[in-house]
């Protein structure tokens, strides 16, 4: 089930990036599940999901369409206020939810981690996989 679901969402991320003319952004996914910490009951679910293969799926199908990745530190992508820069373990109170200490700034947890994510592909010198190099492919940041 999970294979199949991972090259779904690989599909359309890689599809969206291609029509969009844009570069995937993917957390450094070693260590994730070392990292990451969840309530019990959704330790199961999480632990069996297989994060590498989805990042494998994504990378492969983003070379064949020539879509540049870049991976980031994954580090307090989802502890960091991407309005103030404020981080704390505070600033998410729940695993959903995303409430800055300082600002104020809320959202989707998630989401919030996304905007982190691609801030940081923008601004940090980023680990671009070999095949965007290979390619010769210069991303649009
Ligand atoms: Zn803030």
Same mark, same amino acid.
């Given at each position: ?17 291609? *029509?969009?003319?844009?570069? =995937? &952004? ?8 070392? %990292?990451? !910490?969840? +309530? ?18 994504? *990378?492969?199908?983003?070379? =064949? &369409? ?8 994954? %580090?307090? !992508?989802? +502890? ?62």
């Amino acid at each position: 089930f999970s294979k199949d679901v991972n090259h779904c969402i690989s599909k359309k991320l890689v599809a969206k990036a291609k *029509d969009t003319l844009r570069s =995937i &952004a993917l957390e450094d996914l070693q260590g994730i599940r070392g %990292r990451v !910490t969840v +309530r019990k009951a959704q330790r199961r679910s999480l632990h069996t999901w297989n994060f590498g293969l989805l990042r494998m799926f994504v *990378d492969h199908k983003a070379k =064949i &369409a020539g879509v540049p990745v870049i991976f980031v530190d994954p %580090r307090n !992508t989802s +502890r960091t206020c991407p309005s103030c820069g404020y981080v704390s373990k505070a600033n998410r109170p729940t695993r959903d939810e995303f409430r800055c200490e300082s600002c104020g700034f809320a959202g989707p947890a998630d989401y919030i981690a996304a905007i982190n994510i691609a801030f940081r592909a923008e601004v940090n010198q980023p680990i671009v996989s070999e095949h965007s190099i290979l390619q010769g492919q210069a991303s649009p940041f």
